[in-house]
């Protein structure tokens, strides 16, 4: 069964640094391209960054709105992935989950990690 835990939001201030974590089970994630969303009161959950499996390159695609400030890792031994948040802002406050990213996604999702930007 496919299963995320996210793990790592906190309570910052704005321009401030955060990584938070997601552990994933229940399928091969190395073979997989992961992505981090979001999701803000009354928005819709929006796609963050993602990265590409290993024998894609492990390439990575971030939001406009992220780019410069986001990072996306994975590490695949451990099935872990990361996203390490630089210069926050109170927008960036959210709700913060990964998955399989595209059409790959799974219906099970993790009960996400909040992280505030105070404003």
């Known amino acids: 069964q496919v299963n995320f835990v996210e793990s790592g939001g906190e309570l910052v201030y704005p321009g401030g640094s955060l990584t938070i974590s997601c552990a994933a089970s229940?399928?091969?994630?190395?073979?997989?391209?992961m992505s981090w969303y979001r999701q803000s009161p009354g928005k819709e959950r929006e796609l963050v960054a993602t990265?590409?499996?290993?024998?894609?390159?492990?390439?990575?695609t971030y939001a406009d709105s992220v780019k410069g400030r986001f990072t996306i890792s994975r590490d695949n031994a451990k099935q872990f992935l990361y996203l390490q948040m630089n210069s926050l802002k109170p927008e960036d406050t959210a709700v913060y989950y990964c998955?399989?990213?595209?059409?790959?996604?799974?219906?099970?999702w993790g009960q996400g990690t909040r992280v505030t930007v105070f404003s």
């Open positions: 998955n399989r990213a595209g059409k790959y996604s799974s219906d099970s």
């Open positions: 229940g399928f091969t994630f190395r073979m997989y391209d």
């Open positions: 990265i590409n499996r290993p024998s894609s390159g492990s390439a990575t």
